[in-house]
């Protein structure tokens, strides 16, 4: 956890809350995303997935925008520095591995959103766990106005969190909405009057869900992703396999004895 990035920034704002917060860090360019944030990215989520301490981690950004999208230069050089259209599809997908890495972790993560959130923002947002926004928020799935169709994730992840004709709609015309509208959409679970105000609830979820069981969050995270590629009868049967295996877990014997005695569970750390 000690390593340091060009692109983020890994802060544990309160000492064992089990809460840490991971930011973009290229505030002058409104975070824009560069090749080095796609190198980086994967690495920091792989490093707070295997830490013991971490429980929830909350995506958010340092300055007043969350994500203006690739960096135009860096888009650039993508396509120009590939010698070949096989060598373009590698690096399509190295950048996609990066993106899916908020999925491959464990822990939950929670995006905090103020400010701009365009293009490969919206790829970054729909494969985190939890979203909300301020209400000043805007949102654009933008690829299309610059002659692509989005390629690292929005595609194929938001037409399941806000439907397939309002995801078709957004993606075609790359129109700009708001926090309020992303909010009716579901592309956020609540809209908030300020930036102080997300970061108090975002906070206050964070940790509530950081003091529930490691091992049932991490549990109910991976069935809910795993379940999208299942019929139901065969997501049934992947959480049978799985919990038959974890009620075996200490987890499960304190978290009873805790309501029997009134007090608070202490969960073991994974």
Same mark, same amino acid.
């Given at each position: 956890m000690a390593e340091?990035?060009?692109?983020?920034?890994?802060?544990?704002?309160?000492? &064992?809350? *089990?809460? %840490?917060?991971?930011?973009?860090? &290229?505030?002058?360019?409104? &975070?824009?995303?560069?090749? @080095?944030?796609? $190198?980086? %990215?994967?690495?920091?989520?792989?490093?707070?997935?295997?830490?013991?301490?971490?429980?929830?981690?909350?995506?958010? !950004?340092? *300055?007043?925008? %969350?994500?203006?999208?690739?960096?135009?230069?860096?888009?650039?050089?993508? !396509? /120009? @520095?590939?010698? $070949?259209?096989?060598?373009?599809?590698?690096?399509?997908?190295?950048?996609?591995?990066?993106? /899916?890495?908020?999925?491959?972790?464990?822990?939950?993560?929670? !995006?905090?959103?103020?400010?701009?959130?365009? *293009?490969?923002?919206i790829d970054i947002i729909t494969a985190c766990d939890i979203r909300y926004c301020s209400k000043d928020a805007f949102f654009s799935v933008k690829e299309v106005d610059l002659a692509l169709a989005a390629d690292l994730g929005s595609l194929q992840r938001l037409p399941s969190i806000v439907g397939f004709g309002n995801a078709m709609e957004l993606a075609l015309t790359a129109r700009r909405f708001n926090g309020l509208e992303a909010k009716e959409l579901g592309l956020v679970s609540r809209a908030f009057d300020s930036k102080d105000e997300l970061n108090k609830a975002v906070w206050n979820v964070a940790q509530a869900i950081a003091a529930k069981s490691p091992l049932a969050v991490v549990g109910t995270k991976t069935v809910l992703l795993k379940s999208r590629d299942l019929t139901v009868d065969q997501g049934l049967d992947y959480v049978a396999t799985m919990n038959a295996a974890r009620l075996f877990s200490g987890d499960l014997t304190e978290a009873v004895a805790a309501h029997i005695q009134k007090r608070k569970p202490v969960y073991s750390k994974l």
């Open positions: 340091n990035y060009k692109t983020l920034i890994i802060e544990q704002k309160t000492p &064992n809350s *089990g809460v %840490f917060y991971l930011y973009l860090n &290229n505030p002058k360019q409104r &975070n824009a995303l560069t090749r @080095d944030f796609f $190198s980086e %990215f994967p690495k920091a989520l792989n490093a707070l997935d295997h830490n013991p301490d971490v429980s929830v981690i909350i995506l958010t !950004a340092v *300055g007043d925008h %969350f994500c203006s999208g690739i960096e135009l230069s860096a888009l650039n050089s993508t !396509a /120009t @520095d590939a010698p $070949s259209g096989e060598s373009l599809r590698r690096n399509i997908l190295a950048m996609q591995d990066s993106i /899916t890495a908020l999925e491959r972790c464990r822990k939950p993560v929670i !995006a905090s959103i103020q400010g701009a959130c365009i *293009g490969g923002a």
